[in-house]
């Protein structure tokens, strides 16, 4: 019987769909037209606008104060509630399940909406720190989900098995509960650094005049500005992107 080619022609038009784009960014990066199109020379000038423009850098780094500072205090807040929900079986539970679902799928525009009335009722001066707020509101959600993921599979008896031991409860979580949870917390640390450093929509309603963080200097850029330096940004994350999951892979490798 003749093999059909059929899911081969469908693999390749997946992977032309989610990486032509991409390729075609690396080219009008070095495309000397200040906005894309027709090709009309090899350049390297929008790296260097992009490397000599303060506003792009004091965007950048705006957008890593806030996601490391959200996502640290993501971790701690989204562990504990994992914790609890796992933990306790109460009525109460109920409310709080609801509590941390709900960041998760009430739409972004309505959550900005509402962060930003509840700001504005507080009096608070719109800023860097409105912006962390309202990252760690979502973050911690996304952390607790996953965290709770892997409390599944703890069995709670070994725990106080070693407090029968004579272990402390300090003791107890660092060297049986948190060496078990730790690749549920990296892994919900890092879903909650990307989703703060990505986040457009409710970081626009809760930013104030000077706390411009880098996907609110990107869209201005796309209105204002030249696609070009953004597309120079594109390539040069992108690189990034690639060089943390190579040495992640190496250290994974090293560890095995």
């Given amino acids: 019987m003749r093999k059909s080619r059929f899911p081969l022609f469908v693999t390749v038009g997946i992977l032309v769909f989610f990486y032509l784009p991409i390729v075609i960014v690396i080219a009008q990066s070095f495309n ?13 000038d929008w790296y260097v606008k992009l490397l000599t423009d303060r506003n792009i850098w004091h965007a ?11 996502t640290a205090v993501s971790i701690v807040l989204g562990t504990l509630a994992a914790f609890a929900l796992y933990r306790y079986k109460t009525k109460m539970q109920i409310g709080h399940n609801m509590l941390i679902y709900l960041p998760l799928v009430i739409p972004d525009i309505l959550m900005g909406i509402s962060l930003l009335l509840f700001f504005v009722s507080l009096k608070a001066g719109l800023g860097l720190f409105t ?3 309202a990252h760690v509101t979502f973050s911690m959600s996304y952390v607790a989900m996953v965290v709770l993921g892997r409390f599944q599979d703890f069995d709670y008896s070994i725990l106080e098995a070693a407090l029968d031991l004579g272990a402390s409860w300090g003791t107890a979580v660092r060297r049986i509960l948190l060496p ?14 990307t989703l703060s450093m990505d986040d457009f929509v409710i970081t626009f309603f809760v930013s104030g005049p000077d706390s411009t963080t880098l996907p609110l200097y990107i869209y201005s850029m796309m209105r204002h500005g030249s696609p070009s ?15 943390i999951i190579f040495i992640s892979k190496k250290l994974l490798e090293v560890r095995e």
């Avoid at 200040?34 to 390297?44: C, D, N, P, V």
């Avoid at 690749?183 to 919900?188: K, N, S």
């Avoid at 330096?229 to 060089?243: D, E, G, H, K, R």
């Fill in 131 to 133: 912006i962390f707020l």
């Fill in 229 to 243: 330096v953004i597309n120079a940004l594109s390539v040069i994350l992108i690189a990034l992107t690639f060089i």
């Fill in 180 to 193: 078990f949870l730790m690749p549920g917390i990296a892994a919900g640390g890092l879903l909650a650094f």
């Fill in 60 to 70: 950048i780094t705006n957008t890593l104060i806030i996601a490391s500072s959200s």
């Fill in 32 to 44: 000397s037209s200040r906005f894309g199109g027709a090709w009309k020379g090899f350049t390297l």
